[in-house]
């Protein structure tokens, strides 16, 4: 079994930042891509930001420059640091994971449970 735990979530005012964090824990052998979509109301779920293994990223245009991916491989988390949060990164953000489970022999994608991340104009 292979889960994954989102954090931090939360209210916050435009301008402000928020810290997202995902801890994936189980039967783990490797871990490939790791990354961050949200999903607002009434529209499809966007990546938002996506780091690999070697720690190489990419961003949507909406976050560039504000947000950042990061991931510490020993803990097996990723981070999402948001900053000068706008009123329309408002969503639900889900953690994304490409994991190897040491029970298999390729890899799976795995998803967190989301979590709500608010701003307030």
């Known amino acids: 079994q292979v889960q994954l735990v989102e954090s931090g979530g939360g209210l916050v005012q435009a301008g402000g930042s928020l810290r997202l964090s995902c801890a994936a824990s189980?039967?783990?052998?490797?871990?490939?891509?790791m990354g961050w979509y949200r999903q607002a109301p009434g529209k499809q779920r966007e990546l938002v930001a996506a780091?690999?293994?070697?720690?190489?990223?990419n961003y949507a245009d909406s976050v560039e420059g504000r947000f950042t991916i990061s991931r510490d491989n020993a803990k097996n988390t990723v981070y999402l640091q948001m900053n000068s949060l706008k009123p329309e990164d408002t969503a639900v953000y889900y953690c994304h994971c490409n994991i190897r489970p040491t029970y298999a022999r390729r890899p799976y994608d795995y998803w967190g449970q989301g979590t709500q991340v608010t701003v307030s104009s």
């Open positions: 780091i690999t293994s070697g720690g190489s990223t």
């Open positions: 189980g039967s783990i052998f490797s871990i490939n891509a």
